[in-house]
């Protein structure tokens, strides 16, 4: 055996359709590409969704929703979690979140909500704050600070992981 006794496997290579070289080749005359008409002529590219000319569908079908500018996704962080994490008398803000991993990046900033029992004395620096949250991180002696996600690359943007 060697280098020039080597062949493909069979079905391997396929040969180049060769159009236009008469009618017993199986691809003379119109060369496959059907009877006149725009894609039958050399040099056409049509864009996708084009329909000759047709309104195309995506316009046809009504339109429904509009998308609002303002509003952002916000990531969720729960007390329990909080508790678990941080020590008695810490000040969270959203960019410690982010860097404990218990959040990501996202424009809406992140809101702490109120599953779980927190007994530790938190400072929380956050976007949004559910009332029941509110409620618990103040009976146990924390407190609750909302701050604006004003700066242009939406400040500390985080997501919530899955816990």
């Known amino acids: 055996m060697d280098l020039s006794g080597l062949k493909s ?14 009618r017993a ?23 996708p969704g084009f329909e000759g000319g047709q309104m195309p569908l995506h316009r ?11 509003r952002w996704p916000t990531a969720v962080v729960n007390v329990d979690t909080l508790e678990r994490i941080f020590d008695d008398g810490t000040e969270v803000t959203s960019a410690m979140l982010v860097e404990a991993g218990l959040a990501q990046a996202l424009p809406g900033g992140v809101k702490v909500l109120g599953r779980g029992e927190i007994k530790s004395r938190l400072t929380l620096k956050v976007q949004a704050v ?8 103040e009976a146990a002696g924390g407190s609750v600070e909302i701050v604006a996600n004003n700066e242009p690359d939406g400040g500390a943007r985080v997501r919530a992981r899955k816990e």
């Open 130 to 137: 559910s009332p029941s949250a509110r409620a618990k991180i």
């Open 9 to 22: 496997a069979s079905g391997a290579r396929k040969k180049r359709k060769r159009v236009g070289r008469g």
């Open 60 to 70: 046809r079908l009504p339109k429904r929703g509009f998308h609002h500018e303002k």
């Open 25 to 47: 080749s199986g691809h003379g005359k119109t060369c496959g590409r059907g009877h006149k008409g725009q894609k039958s002529r050399s040099g056409v590219t049509l864009r």
